[in-house]
């Protein structure tokens, strides 16, 4: 197959999937997993997921009409973000969404157009910061940017008006928030935050969404079952768990490791310091936020060639001198036309990098005895005809 190309593992995406879906079984069968579309959403991708019994997390009216077109009703999908259109907003909540309200102007369109709850409309928490280690999280100074803080009367002002009407207290709250370590504590932490807004608010929650931003199909790294379990140990006595749904938001830990990206060198060249070697791949397509310090990879090579190189700078393909994705140190020294294959690019890759100089590669699926290609790489007509009236 001509690089570059993104490669799904099909069987290695199911199973991740399966690692939340048993546990949450086990452990807290009131539940279901939405899948954060943000994450990668490639069509094929969310449409697979629907049959996996995975619904949609959305954050913007653009996810929310293109999970309806991969086959959600509006019932399977969970609205949150910010930046929720009126018209979108009030389409979810009508049709039994379930909508998490994060920002003042959803409010005042909820206080004036809907009478009660539902028991499926949450309000997203502004997590307090101090309650973590500093090196779980970032943004310790200024706090997390989303959710309503119990800190000032945001929160209760907002838990007022999205329970008016419901006299048995069925609000939904939010959790999620971003984390550099993704470890147990921190979850660990929401779910004590989670239980101490519940009893301070007297809220019977009709669900606990508790966010994403977990590990998934990496060696040595928290299971599914580890985060449902440190999470139950928490809540088990504050909520009733037949009655109060737990969500789960995992986008990388479904998607992340069961990718690979594969790319061949097109050039190599010496300066006087350094080996360069220029690949068909970018940095931009597996590392869009450019923050990434090493890869999983693995070197196909196209001759028997043996000889070791002290430094080869492994380089993309785009005309910035900063897309160096990586050295090579003490390896044996490339050619023209062999492979490097890098594993675990499933999340902000595909969807995130973007038509920057070459346009979107070609996507494949591996099934156990089938290659199939499930979106075209992008040709020149294709970019001209978007941006052509």
């Given at each position: 197959?001509?690089?570059?190309?993104?490669?799904?593992?099909?069987?290695?995406?199911?199973?991740?999937?399966?690692?939340?879906e048993s546990a949450l079984k086990k452990i807290w069968p009131n539940s279901r997993i939405a899948y954060s579309v943000k994450t990668n959403s490639l069509p094929w991708l969310l449409k697979h997921l629907k049959t996996q019994n995975v619904i949609a997390e959305v954050v913007s009216d653009e996810e929310y009409e293109l999970a309806l077109l991969c086959g959600y009703k509006e019932e399977e999908i969970v609205f949150n973000g910010p930046i929720k259109g009126k018209a979108a907003f009030l389409d979810s909540i009508n049709k039994n969404s379930i909508v998490n309200i994060d920002s003042q102007h959803e409010l005042e369109v909820f206080k004036s157009n809907i009478k009660e709850s539902k028991g499926n409309i949450g309000v997203r928490v502004n997590i307090d910061t101090s309650i973590f280690e500093s090196n779980d999280i970032g943004y310790i100074e200024d706090g997390f940017r989303f959710g309503f803080s119990d800190e000032n009367d945001e929160l209760s002002n907002a838990i007022e008006i999205i329970r008016f009407g419901d006299m048995n207290n069925r609000i939904g709250l939010h959790f999620h928030c971003n984390s550099v370590t993704r470890s147990l504590s921190v979850y660990r932490k929401l779910a004590e935050y989670a239980k101490f807004i519940i009893e301070k608010y007297n809220i019977s929650p009709s669900f606990i969404d508790i966010g994403g931003g977990f590990f998934g199909g990496v060696e040595g790294k928290p299971t599914g079952t580890d985060y449902i379990t440190a999470i139950h140990e928490v809540l088990k006595n504050t909520v009733n768990i037949e009655t109060t749904m737990?969500?789960?938001?995992?986008?990388?830990?479904?998607?992340?490791?069961?990718?690979?990206?594969?790319?061949?060198?097109i050039d190599t060249k010496d300066n006087d310091r350094t080996r360069i070697v220029t690949?068909?791949?970018?940095?931009i397509n597996i590392d869009p936020l450019w923050s990434k310090k090493n890869?999983?990879?693995?070197?196909?090579?196209?001759?028997?060639?043996?000889?070791?190189?002290?430094?080869?700078?492994?380089?993309?393909?785009?005309?910035?001198?900063?897309d160096r994705i990586m050295s090579l140190l003490d390896e044996n020294i490339l050619s023209i036309g062999d492979r490097l294959i890098y594993e675990k690019v499933g999340a902000y890759t595909m969807t995130f990098g973007g038509p920057f100089i070459r346009y979107f590669p070609d996507v494949y699926v591996q099934n156990k005895n089938s290659l199939?290609?499930?979106?075209?790489?992008?040709?020149?007509?294709?970019?001209?005809?978007?941006?052509?009236?």
């Open positions: 197959m001509e690089t570059p190309f993104f490669l799904i593992n099909k069987e290695e995406l199911e199973d991740n999937i399966l690692s939340f737990l969500i789960v938001e995992p986008g990388s830990a479904i998607i992340g490791s069961a990718v690979e990206f594969h790319t061949s060198v690949t068909d791949g970018s940095r890869y999983t990879y693995r070197i196909e090579k196209n001759t028997e060639a043996r000889i070791k190189l002290e430094k080869q700078v492994i380089c993309g393909y785009t005309c910035m001198d900063h199939d290609l499930v979106r075209k790489r992008m040709k020149v007509r294709d970019y001209y005809d978007i941006h052509t009236k």
